[in-house]
């Protein structure tokens, strides 16, 4: 089973921007859809951004216009992409691969900002 692993959480202050990356351990192509999610502290886990295997993007209205989703088939990797962040973007993000198989989820990588 494919694995994912995020990566590029951080500390940061509001206005600023970070990447997150989410690598595979196999090919990102087995998944039909991947996506980011993320949960603050005492809300459910939520949509952030998802993509899907030939590139179409969704991209929830909280974050339209500052976040961005991508891939690289070659890579093996998922970004996404955050600017002018907000202290309500505060979460664990996490990434998600949905496969006709099941959903492979990553462990999280911490994004806190600070006003």
């Known amino acids: 089973q494919v694995q994912l692993v995020e990566s590029g959480g951080g500390l940061v202050q509001a206005g600023d921007s970070l990447r997150l990356s989410c690598a595979a351990s196999?090919?990102?192509?087995?998944?039909?859809?991947l996506g980011w999610y993320r949960q603050a502290p005492g809300k459910e886990r939520e949509l952030v951004a998802n993509?899907?295997?030939?590139?179409?993007?969704n991209h929830v209205d909280s974050v339209k216009g500052r976040f961005t989703i991508s891939r690289d088939n070659a890579k093996n990797m998922v970004y996404l992409q955050m600017n002018s962040l907000k202290p309500e973007d505060t979460a664990v993000y996490y990434c998600?691969?949905?496969?006709?198989?099941?959903?492979?989820w990553g462990q999280g990588t911490q994004v806190t900002v600070s006003s």
């Open positions: 998600k691969g949905t496969s006709p198989y099941g959903n492979v």
């Open positions: 993509i899907g295997r030939g590139g179409t993007t």
């Open positions: 196999g090919s990102v192509l087995s998944f039909d859809v």
